[in-house]
Every structure is written in C-alpha cells, then in structure tokens.
C-alpha cells in the first residue's frame, strides 16, 4: 500500500531567498546579520551530526537535548546532514527559523531527503543557539525523534528501528532480501534493487513517521512513501511498517506484505498521477502472491463471498475505494479487485504485456485517456470489453 496515496515524500522542498537588505550605512541590516548568524550555527550543527562529535552538537543548543537527539543519530548510516535557513523571525534575543533538513542515507538515497522544521533559538552573549527543532506543519517527525535508531543490513535492504529487538529488525532484513529478487523477476531490474525499511515503536510512531492520524492506518501493516514519477536522482523510498498490525500476521503475510510493499519501490518512477489505483495495488499484490501456489478464492476472499451472493461489481473499483479510513471490507474487496484484474491480464496477454500496459499508462503522466490508450496499444481492447472480461473472470474464478 502507497503511503500518503503514492506521494507523502516527508517534507518539501523550499526555495532558499534570503533578500539582502542594505541599511543606511551601507553595511548589512540587523535581519540579514541574524540570518548569517543562524546559518552559521546551523552549519556547525550539521557538521557535528556527519562527525558524530557530541561536543560539538552540544555547542549549538540546549546540551541536555542534544545528548539525547545526537544518541539517537547514532547508527544512522548518513552520507550527508545540511540545514537550509528559509525563514527567520527575531524579537530580541529570541528567533524562530523555518528550514529545510536534508539528508542522505549512506549507500541507498541518489539525492536528499528533505523535511521541513522549525527551530527555536535564543542568543546569548551574541550566540546563537537551538532551543527546540520540530516538524514543520503537516511535516512528519523523524524515526530518531521516537528514540534510539538500530540498524539491521540485509544484502538487499537496510532496517532502521526504534524500540526493537536487534532480532525482530533481523527477520525485516530477511524477509526484504527475499523480496527484491522476487520483485525483478516478476518487474525487471530498471530499479535499485534495494530498499529501505522503517520499523517504529507502534502505529502512532509510524503515523507520526506519516504525519496523520493513526486512526487513518489502523490494521495497514505498512506503507511506502515516494515520489510519484520519480527519477533516479530522487530520495529512497521508505517503506514505513505498523508494528502492530504487521505483528499478526503470519509468515506468509509478512513476506507478503514486504515485497507488495518493495514492488511500490520498484515501480515508483513508472507510477505517476495517470496510474489508477486499481493498477499499482492490483500490480504489488500480483508480484507479492506471484508463484505461491493460493487460489484466487483464497486471496480474494472478500471478494468471493461479494460473487457467490451474486454481487459482481460493476466496474474496477475507483481510487476512492483505497481509502485507509473508509469500510475494511469494502477496501479489501478493492485490493482483490485490482489483483484479479493484473492476474487475468497476467495470465490471458502474458506478464510481459502486463508490464508493457503498467508501463504505457505511466507515461501519460495524466489520467484522462491514459488507461483508455494502454488497453487499445498494448492488449488491443477497449475498456469496456476489459471490464467485462474482468467481470466474467471474477464470476468463473470466485464463483
């Protein structure tokens, strides 16, 4: 499942315009000098962080906070920490900055991530320092905000937990590993064939992580955020686990569930506002059940018992049908739905037109024509004879 509906990338980005204001005297104003001043402190505060010098970190704010901000940071494989200095308000010797924090994780993101925080300082004897550092708006918290980050390495993933056990993060990295490989096979290798993984302590750490309700991902066992149409050079995506939900599941719906979730991370730069839902959920699921050998009746088994009363629906199901927060059975009467239509093209045009009609829809970056054209170049039909097909086919494997 797509966080944030395939597009809840943490933060924005925001155009640095720092005006350069000149006083009477022709030297800089008070507002220009502050900002200057700030930038400073936060560019040794960043170069702490790659350093991992404590002390230095400590120098920048309130040294009680920063002990426990900086331990938490700790293991986080990072290859790049800035602050970006977008806004600043000054009364007296008090400041709130808006800036833009983008970093990069060793090895896995081609290009930052940046969250949006707003930093509270105070100046003493001229210093500035940061007094408290927190999400911007609707911006999501960090994972080291919920405390201390581990990390478990996997030869095709890298797990970043708070609150778990060194083992749990382990079998996160197994199960990942065994995804990736499933995923290009099924998709190909234009991807990066790794993924990262975001392990929370809860559901309200990884809806903080999100940066919604809880209440919206109650029973989701994971999302992944990204960008939709991304290029290479785009931030990793994550796929961001609910402990809670995901705990019950069994082995098979856990392993499930991580390569649903690394399909997303495959297909992302493919995916973009033209992709109904019913095609990149309907798609991860097809790659997530792929050779396990389950029927349809018992994956969509929602759906079954919508077919067997004789309610066969009368169209693929909408993207308003997706959502987290609407009846259980009717969103996963929409998962099946959109499993069962990749699956019919799957077996009846072949994987590779399944892959070749993804493909065609993304590029038309916008929805109106987009499936309309991919059914008519690369399965050579038209929606309306595909929807009755699905319906039939719905009706002779659920039925």
Same mark, same amino acid.
């Given at each position: 499942?797509?966080?944030?509906?395939?597009?809840?990338?943490?933060? /924005?980005?925001?155009?640095?315009?720092?005006?350069?204001?000149?006083?009477?005297?022709?030297?800089?104003?008070?507002?220009?000098?502050?900002?200057?001043?700030?930038?400073?402190?936060?560019?040794?505060?960043?170069?702490?962080?790659?350093?991992?010098?404590?002390?230095?970190?400590?120098?920048?704010?309130?040294?009680?906070? @920063?002990?426990?901000?900086?331990?938490?940071?700790?293991?986080?494989?990072?290859?790049?920490?800035?602050?970006?200095?977008?806004?600043?308000?000054?009364?007296?010797?008090?400041?709130?900055?808006?800036?833009?924090?983008?970093?990069?994780?060793?090895?896995?993101?081609?290009?930052?991530?940046?969250?949006?925080?707003?930093?509270?300082?105070?100046?003493?004897?001229?210093?500035?320092?940061?007094?408290?550092?927190?999400?911007?708006?609707?911006?999501?918290?960090?994972?080291?905000?919920?405390?201390?980050?581990?990390?478990? $390495?996997?030869?095709?993933?890298?797990?970043?937990? =708070?609150?778990?056990?060194?083992?749990?993060?382990?079998?996160?990295?197994? /199960?990942?590993?065994?995804?990736?490989?499933?995923?290009?096979?099924?998709?190909?290798?234009?991807?990066?064939?790794?993924?990262?993984?975001?392990?929370?302590?809860?559901?309200?750490?990884?809806?903080?992580?999100?940066?919604?309700?809880?209440?919206?991902?109650?029973?989701?066992?994971?999302?992944?955020?990204?960008?939709?149409?991304?290029?290479?050079?785009?931030?990793?995506?994550?796929?961001?686990?609910?402990?809670?939900?995901?705990?019950?599941?069994?082995?098979?719906?856990?392993? =499930?569930?991580?390569?649903?979730?690394?399909?997303?991370?495959?297909?992302?730069?493919?995916?973009?506002?033209?992709?109904?839902?019913?095609?990149?959920?309907?798609?991860?699921?097809?790659?997530?059940?792929?050779?396990?050998?389950?029927?349809?009746?018992?994956?969509?088994?929602?759906?079954?018992?919508?077919?067997?009363?004789?309610?066969?629906?009368?169209?693929?199901?909408?993207?308003?049908?997706?959502?987290?927060?609407?009846?259980?059975?009717?969103?996963?009467?929409?998962?099946?739905?959109?499993?069962?239509?990749?699956?019919?093209?799957?077996?009846?045009?072949?994987?590779?037109?399944?892959?070749?009609?993804?493909? @065609?829809?993304?590029?038309?970056?916008? $929805?109106?024509?987009?499936?309309?054209?991919?059914?008519?170049?690369?399965?050579?039909?038209?929606?309306?004879?595909?929807?009755?097909?699905?319906?039939?086919?719905?009706?002779?494997?659920?039925?």
């Amino acid at each position: 499942m797509a966080g944030g509906r395939r597009a809840s990338r943490a933060g /924005l980005s925001l155009v640095l315009l720092l005006a350069v204001l000149v006083g009477c005297s022709g030297g800089p104003s008070a507002d220009t000098a502050s900002s200057a001043a700030v930038q400073r402190v936060l560019d040794r505060r960043a170069a702490a962080v790659l350093d991992r010098d404590v002390s230095a970190y400590r120098a920048t704010g309130d040294p009680s906070a @920063a002990s426990d901000e900086f331990a938490n940071l700790r293991e986080v494989p990072l290859a790049a920490w800035s602050y970006h200095l977008d806004r600043l308000n000054v009364s007296g010797d008090r400041a709130t900055a808006r800036v833009q924090l983008r970093y990069r994780i060793e090895g896995y993101d081609t290009a930052p991530v940046t969250a949006g925080r707003t930093l509270g300082l105070t100046r003493t004897a001229g210093t500035w320092h940061v007094d408290s550092d927190e999400p911007t708006g609707g911006s999501g918290r960090q994972l080291w905000e919920q405390g201390a980050v581990a990390v478990a $390495r996997g030869k095709h993933s890298l797990v970043l937990g =708070v609150g778990q056990s060194g083992e749990r993060l382990r079998s996160f990295a197994a /199960l990942a590993d065994h995804a990736v490989p499933a995923v290009s096979r099924a998709w190909g290798p234009d991807w990066a064939g790794h993924v990262v993984v975001l392990v929370p302590k809860s559901l309200d750490g990884m809806a903080g992580l999100l940066g919604a309700p809880a209440a919206g991902y109650r029973g989701i066992a994971a999302v992944t955020t990204g960008e939709v149409g991304g290029s290479a050079q785009a931030p990793a995506d994550r796929i961001i686990v609910n402990p809670d939900a995901y705990g019950v599941l069994g082995d098979f719906g856990k392993q =499930v569930v991580l390569t649903h979730e690394s399909t997303h991370v495959a297909t992302r730069a493919r995916t973009t506002a033209a992709t109904p839902l019913w095609l990149s959920e309907g798609y991860a699921d097809w790659v997530g059940y792929r050779g396990s050998g389950r029927t349809p009746g018992q994956v969509a088994s929602e759906l079954r018992r919508a077919v067997a009363d004789g309610h066969v629906p009368a169209a693929l199901p909408d993207d308003k049908a997706f959502g987290f927060s609407g009846d259980a059975t009717a969103l996963a009467q929409a998962y099946e739905g959109g499993w069962m239509a990749c699956r019919l093209i799957a077996g009846h045009w072949g994987e590779d037109s399944l892959n070749a009609f993804y493909r @065609a829809v993304g590029d038309h970056h916008k $929805r109106p024509g987009a499936v309309e054209d991919a059914l008519r170049d690369v399965l050579h039909t038209t929606p309306e004879r595909f929807t009755e097909q699905w319906r039939d086919y719905l009706r002779d494997q659920l039925g």
